[in-house]
């Protein structure tokens, strides 16, 4: 063996070691096939991370299910409803008064919108069937969407085939790492995402609380390039609406975007039923982004953004969820713009609507229930305090012959758990007064 110079004896035969040891598998390896390489010990995977019922989210799901049932108390979602839901719906066979729909203006059910839908599938099919930008365009998505622009007072507008979706793909896209979006700390799910996926920063300020909104943007402003300030019309869990003038004159100021989330101011706010611009007389171009959803008060599914000519045909050319999406079905399109329309028409289902809210919210503060901020257009929460008691009370009505769901934890934080009532035009003053005549006695 050959000396190996410069090596202290121990590297040496450690080297020579590992040579001989080489030369051993070549020789025993089969002709054509590579030597075997020492067996490296591979660390075990932990069998919850590739088994769904191991995952954390649902096993926190499972011990929140379990321990109700340990209760007593029985899941209260995904109730089947058997035919059209308003102010009453049908379930299990039975008749109930119904304050768990969004059918505000009972649009949805309306014979004119329903023979629209109709109309559309006889003439365009069930689908599209493609995206709007290669093959899916169709006449009625133009129609409905320059309705709705025209209504906001506004360049153009864009629908989306969900209103979650408008949100994260409007925001995710036109916003980045060098941006800020303020938001009410209320703000719903899908402004949250949408923030997540563009990388900006977040900060959320104080429930309408417009002076401390100002103050981070004093200190904020200058770090960031764009600025976005986020809203709602309604707060969906609180009935309540921001000041929207003093938000206007501060995104000015600073040089900041505004977008309003309209979902469920539309055909709520305003002597017409135009919203929180009607609501406040604003000029439509003073907010940049319009967002509502077609769900609700237009009976249909999907999402709008409204504004400038350039806002929308940016979005419409590059923001992923409408590029790579396929267009709207004719019917939900054609359904929508009806829906906008009759809403024009008889202006006095919103009149109603207004009043209808308005007497649930006077009659449940009488009876000593806690409806918190709501303003009683067409959103009343009920807070119970805990999320068991919410799920509770809701069992305790739906047992009476109401159907009122239960907002739990942690879709707000548990002490402001509730029942959330949607009020629709088609309530009676009657039947609201037996609800909370219910609920009190329930509560007591």
């Known amino acids: 063996m050959k000396k190996l110079p410069g090596l202290a004896a121990g590297i040496k035969d450690k080297i020579i070691q590992q040579a001989l040891e080489r030369k051993l598998r070549q020789a025993s390896a089969p002709a054509g096939q590579?030597?075997?390489r020492p067996a490296e010990k591979k660390a075990e995977i932990p069998e919850e991370h590739y088994r769904f019922h191991l995952h954390p989210g649902y096993q926190q799901l499972r011990i929140i299910n379990d321990g109700a049932q340990r209760l007593g108390v029985k899941n209260p979602f995904f109730k089947l409803h058997e035919g059209k839901a308003g102010a009453d719906t049908q379930i299990n066979g039975r008749e109930y008064v119904n304050y768990a729909s969004y059918n505000y203006l009972n649009m949805s059910g309306d014979p004119v919108v329903a023979a629209a839908a109709k109309a559309a599938i006889d003439r365009y099919g069930t689908s599209v069937s493609a995206s709007r930008l290669v093959s899916g365009e169709r006449p009625i998505h133009r129609e409905l969407e320059m309705e709705i622009a025209?209504?906001?007072?506004?360049?153009?507008?864009?629908s989306f085939v969900s209103g979650h979706a408008?949100?994260?793909?409007?925001?995710?896209?036109?916003f980045g790492p060098r941006d800020l979006v303020l938001h009410d700390e209320l703000i719903h799910n899908s402004v949250l995402q949408g923030i997540q996926l563009s990388g900006a920063r977040r900060l959320p300020f104080p429930h309408n609380d417009w002076?401390?909104?100002?103050?981070?943007?004093?200190?904020?402003?200058?770090?960031?390039?764009?600025?976005?300030?986020v809203l709602e019309g309604i707060y969906s869990m609180d009935g309540d609406f921001p000041d929207l003038p003093r938000f206007i004159e501060i995104k000015q100021r600073h040089r900041a975007f505004l977008m309003v989330d309209e979902a469920h101011s539309l055909g709520v706010m305003g002597a017409r039923g135009y919203g929180i611009r009607e609501h406040f007389g604003v000029d439509g171009k003073d907010v940049d982004i319009w967002m509502g959803t077609l769900s609700k008060t237009l009976a249909g599914c999907g999402g709008y953004i409204a504004g400038e000519t350039a806002l929308v045909e940016h979005l419409k050319f590059l923001a992923p969820g409408f590029l790579y999406s396929v267009g709207m079905p004719p019917s939900v399109a054609a359904a929508s713009l009806a829906a906008l329309r009759r809403m024009k028409e008889v202006p006095e289902r919103v009149t109603a609507?207004?009043?209808?809210?308005?007497?649930f919210l006077e009659q449940a503060k009488a009876a000593g229930i806690d409806t918190g901020t709501s303003t009683?257009?067409?959103?009343?929460?009920?807070?119970?305090g805990s999320s068991l008691k919410a799920t509770r009370m809701s069992a305790a009505l739906f047992k009476q012959g109401i159907n009122v769901q239960p907002i739990l934890y942690p879709a707000v934080p548990e002490k402001s758990a509730r029942l959330r009532f949607f009020i629709s035009c088609m309530h009676t003053e009657e039947g609201i007064q037996r609800t909370l005549e219910v609920l009190a006695s329930a509560l007591r």
Do not use: C, W
């Open 34 to 36: 590579a030597p075997a």
């Open 150 to 158: 025209a209504l906001y007072g506004v360049d153009d507008a864009i």
């Open 166 to 174: 408008t949100n994260v793909s409007t925001i995710g896209y036109l």
């Open 211 to 229: 002076e401390s909104l100002d103050t981070i943007l004093n200190e904020q402003r200058h770090q960031f390039e764009r600025v976005l300030i």
């Open 353 to 359: 609507l207004q009043a209808r809210g308005k007497f």
């Open 376 to 384: 009683g257009l067409a959103v009343v929460p009920a807070i119970m």
